[in-house]
């Protein structure tokens, strides 16, 4: 029976959407939803659960846990981040999957990146074009599809739609490992390239401040007396810079250095803020105790004190055996409709990161086409609506027919 099931007639119900696609998805892109905006993410929300709500699925609202933040003045203070939207629908089902996305961006309200254009008939540059609110759209039309169709019975879904993964997801992480344990597998709808090259293994990340408070004094009478936080700060990034390479594949990138004033004051406060990758899980412990025997040089330092703040928020995604054959899956279902699949492993990390951590496989590349993310040149490519939301919907559809294996079914046979 399922053999002779007809996914062409379940697919048909998209052939017509890209126009309400595009005119849904300029709208989104018309409210500021930057991670820091949170009236304008409860617009988005309220504008994401209209759009939802007719999958008929159990919809809340979640709150997030707050940010921890350390401000210019080396203080760690909270800063709340947007509410969650969660939707469930069948969990009893034999078909259980996590699909997972971020309604926030990167651009604030001061940005000024705010508007639309269109490039060519194909092409919308728009403020979370492609990352994500056009991966946003592809998973509800694939959705859409899948209760349309006579398997929909079969499949079970709890979707996670958070408002900081920008910034880290630090407050809805423990929602997204909560999730992936009642699934048997995820998908996550951040944009694959222009390409639509999807990306593999992932590396994990860190973000870190270090704070360094020394004392200040006039820089002409009493230079003497002084305590230069920021010169204890500069042996402190020249120290942490030096470990890129030290394990392979990780990199420490200093980013930011606050501190300082006028230059006839010694500066009694420098806040250094520094991101860390890696590929292997174990070399976080190490970057640790580095960083930390860095810190615990200046903290002795007579007239000094030094703290390190912040953590690793993103494990890696390795590629194991049970993920390439979901890739393998996903490739299989991509050749029907045409479409090529490829992936590559990144240095860049979201979501999928936390939720293949918590030991089911996931592909976390399944949203538009798409490029510049991150900049005022983001492009989401329009005719990938429709092709990326036919390919995740038939992959589900597949796997509740018993045409493809779950995902979740898979033995992995290596880490």
């Known amino acids: 029976m399922t053999a002779a099931h007809n996914y062409k007639a379940d697919l048909a119900f998209l052939d017509d959407r890209r126009g309400p696609m595009t005119e849904t ?9 930057g991670s820091a905006n949170l009236a304008g993410l409860k617009r988005m929300h309220a504008a994401l659960c209209e759009g939802f709500a007719g999958l008929g699925a159990e919809i809340e609202t979640v709150p997030s846990r707050p940010h921890q933040i350390v401000t210019e ?11 969650m939207l969660r939707l469930v629908k069948r969990p009893q089902a034999p078909v259980r999957v996590l699909l997972t996305g971020h309604m926030d961006t990167v651009f604030g309200e001061d940005h000024p990146f705010q508007s639309e254009r269109f490039l060519d008939d194909d092409t919308l540059n728009a ?14 039309n694939a959705l859409m599809a899948i209760e349309n169709s006579p398997l929909a019975e079969r499949v079970g879904y709890e979707v996670l739609i958070n408002a900081d993964e920008e910034i880290g997801s630090i407050g809805s992480a423990h929602m997204l490992t909560e999730a992936a344990k009642r699934a048997q597998f995820a998908c996550v709808y951040e944009p694959a390239l222009a390409d639509g090259t999807l990306a593999g293994a992932r590396k994990g990340s860190g973000n870190f401040s270090a704070v360094i408070r020394g004392k200040s004094a006039h820089a002409g009478r009493e230079h003497h007396l002084g305590r230069n936080a920021l010169v204890a700060a500069a042996d402190f990034i020249a120290g942490i810079d030096k470990l890129s390479g030290q394990r392979e594949g990780l990199t420490v990138n200093v980013a930011r250095l606050d501190g300082g004033g006028p230059n006839n004051v010694v500066p009694d406060l420098a806040v250094a803020r520094f991101n860390v990758r890696l590929e292997q899980p174990a070399d976080s412990d190490w970057l640790l105790e580095q960083a930390n025997a860095l810190i615990a040089e200046i903290d002795a330092r007579e007239g000094y004190s030094a ?30 409709l045409g479409i090529n699949i490829d992936w590559v492993p990144t240095g860049g990390c979201c979501d999928g990161n936390n939720i293949a951590a ?3 496989p996931v592909i976390d590349t399944l949203g538009v086409r798409g490029a510049n993310i991150h900049s005022a040149q983001e492009i ?3 005719d990938s609506l429709v092709e990326r939301a036919k390919l995740s919907a038939l992959l589900l559809l597949k796997i509740a027919a018993g045409d493809l294996p779950n995902p979740g079914a898979f033995v992995a046979e290596k880490t």
């Open 127 to 140: 403020p979370g074009a492609a990352d994500m609110k056009g991966g946003l759209l592809v998973m509800l």
């Open 358 to 360: 918590a030991g089911i």
């Open 380 to 382: 989401a490519k329009l």
């Open 25 to 33: 998805l300029r709208a989104w892109c018309a409210i500021n939803s």
């Open 73 to 83: 003045d080396g203080e760690v203070v909270e800063q709340p981040v947007g509410d």
């Open 307 to 336: 703290k390190l703040e912040g953590g690793f928020t993103r494990p890696p995604k390795p590629m194991t055996a049970q993920l390439e054959a979901f890739f393998l899956a996903l490739r299989a279902t991509g050749e029907e």
